[in-house]
């Protein structure tokens, strides 16, 4: 099994609602990752998570509030956002960060959120 | 502040034609550079290089990596529509945790 995969594919929610966003691997990685990404923008870093511990927050507000219940699951926590939050986010896994090896990540297909 | 950068940022080309897209870089702790394809969603691995000089190869996909001068270039041969995509080169950085900074991305379109 090589898939990541992300639920729900598309979400719209108000400024006042909360929602989260659900990642999935078993590939038995250890490393898993939040991307932001605009239209015709790359991927933006949101947050590392290395050994289901968070190792980076690119200064990301805190109406986003990631978890990482166990190393399967990577969740983002969503409130009181607004809508230039609107954006496609992607989650990513690799097999290890920071062991002085290399490796890719595999991407799942995003979830596509629409702030209204 | 670190930077990836690819260029050009689009390319349309024919059927049958060889590309060759750009990417530079200038970071901190460089670990490895990366090729993604993204079509829709997700991006798809393509090549991953931490050493100059050493080409990779995949089908009509061919990359290599200068870490003296700090680019990349990916080509691709004999284009096809189904090339048609962004390709996103990333950085894999060194700093405990590693991380990973892309870059602008280059829009090909493959026409008939």
């Known amino acids: 099994d090589t898939e990541v995969t992300q639920t729900p594919k598309h979400l719209v929610m108000g400024m006042t609602n909360k929602k989260s966003l659900k990642c999935e691997q078993h590939?038995?990685?250890?490393?898993m990752y939040w991307y932001k990404q605009k239209a015709k923008k790359p991927p933006e870093l949101m947050f590392v998570?290395?050994?289901?511990?968070?190792?980076i927050n690119e200064s990301v507000p805190s109406r986003f509030s990631p978890e990482c219940p166990n190393s399967s699951l990577l969740n983002l926590h969503l409130h009181a956002l607004q809508p230039e939050d609107s954006a496609l986010y992607l989650c990513?896994?690799?097999?290890?960060?920071?062991?002085?090896?290399?490796?890719?990540?595999?991407f799942g297909p995003g979830t596509r959120l629409t702030v209204t | 502040e670190d930077k990836v950068v690819q260029s050009p940022l689009s390319l349309v080309v024919h059927e049958g034609d060889t590309v060759t897209l750009n990417c530079s870089y200038e970071?901190?702790?460089?670990?490895?550079l990366l090729w993604y394809k993204q079509e829709k969603k997700a991006p798809t691995f393509l090549f991953m290089l931490?050493?100059?000089?050493i080409e990779k190869k995949s089908g009509r996909l061919s990359s290599i990596l200068d870490k003296k001068e700090l680019f990349s270039i990916l080509n691709i041969t004999a284009t096809q529509t189904g090339d048609s995509a962004v390709y996103l080169c990333?950085?894999?950085?060194?700093?405990?945790?590693?991380?990973?900074?892309f870059g602008t991305g280059t829009r090909l379109k493959v026409l008939a």
């Open positions: 998570y290395s050994y289901e511990k968070l190792s």
């Open positions: 970071v901190t702790n460089f670990r490895s």
């Open positions: 931490t050493s100059s000089g």
């Open positions: 590939m038995g990685h250890r490393a």
């Open positions: 990333a950085v894999e950085l060194t700093s405990g945790t590693y991380k990973y900074i």
């Open positions: 990513a896994s690799s097999p290890r960060s920071g062991t002085g090896y290399s490796y890719e990540q595999y």
